[in-house]
T-cell receptor, first 113, second 112 residues
Framework: EAQVTQNPRYLITVTGKKLTVTCSQN?????MSWYRQDPGLGLRQIYY???????DKGDVPEGYKVSRKEKRNFPLILESPSPNQTSLYFC????????????FGPGTRLTVT | QKEVEQNSGPLSVPEGAIASLNCTYS??????FFWYRQYSGKSPELIMF????GDKEDGRFTAQLNKASQYVSLLIRDSQPSDSATYLC????????????FGQGTILTVHP
């Protein structure tokens, strides 16, 4: 089944404890992206990757890191999480540039206390 | 001014009516426009995309684009209770290739 998977789906952590949210797609997509969704603010793009080893900042990259060493994986790293990073996070992928349909993962709900 | 702004909701329509969802954007050079639907607790899913001025129809959905007015809309004909969801407008701008900006979403409720 073609899909985007994220792990973990739910995470409660404490301020300053490094964490990684994994994202993997099995559709051989070139483009991958991370979003956060907050009430009243819609989806905001954190980082995106056009292909392996090529990443760029979205609208809200502060406090996040990404890497794209393999085509299928695009992990999101929070080196020192803070409470304002409490949010619902979505990973998405598409065949190439975003004129094509983006497929979203199931979401990761992160709470930072 | 927000880069992408949607009409404030929530929007409530009776079953069988036309639901009209609106979106304006600030980047005049924007190229591509998308409408996503998101059910409560679920991921967004693409329902329409449009590149050219005018209308694009797909079943009960019609997307309308007016680049001169920097306006894109989504019409849902014969609205059904199953259409109740949050609708997200997304715009690909003229710079930062690969960047996609979403509006804040409009909650639509279709009541029987």
């Amino acid at each position: 089944e073609a899909q985007v998977t994220q792990n973990p789906r739910y995470l409660i952590t404490v301020t300053g404890k490094k964490l990684t949210v994994t994202c993997s797609q099995n559709m051989n997509h070139e483009y991958m992206s991370w979003y956060r969704q907050d009430p009243g603010l819609g989806l905001r793009q954190i980082y995106y990757s056009m292909n392996v080893e090529v990443t760029d900042k979205g609208d809200v990259p502060e406090g996040y890191k990404v890497s794209r060493k393999e085509k299928r994986n695009f992990p999101l790293i929070l080196e020192s999480p803070s409470p304002n990073q409490t949010s619902l996070y979505f990973c998405a992928s598409s065949r190439s540039e975003i004129s094509y349909e983006q497929y979203f993962g199931p979401g990761t709900r992160l709470t930072v206390t | 001014q927000k880069e992408v702004e949607q009409n404030s909701g929530p929007l409530s329509v009776p079953e069988g009516a036309i639901a009209s969802l609106n979106c304006t954007y600030s980047d005049r050079g924007s190229q591509s426009f998308f409408w996503y639907r998101q059910y409560s607790g679920k991921s967004p899913e693409l329902i329409m995309f449009i590149y050219s001025n005018g209308d694009k129809e797909d079943g009960r959905f019609t997307a309308q684009l007016n680049k001169a007015s920097q306006y894109v809309s989504l019409l849902i004909r014969d609205s059904q209770p199953s259409d109740s969801a949050t609708y997200l407008c997304a715009v690909k701008g003229s710079t930062s290739y690969g960047k996609l900006t979403f509006g804040q979403g409009t909650i639509l409720t279709v009541h029987p």
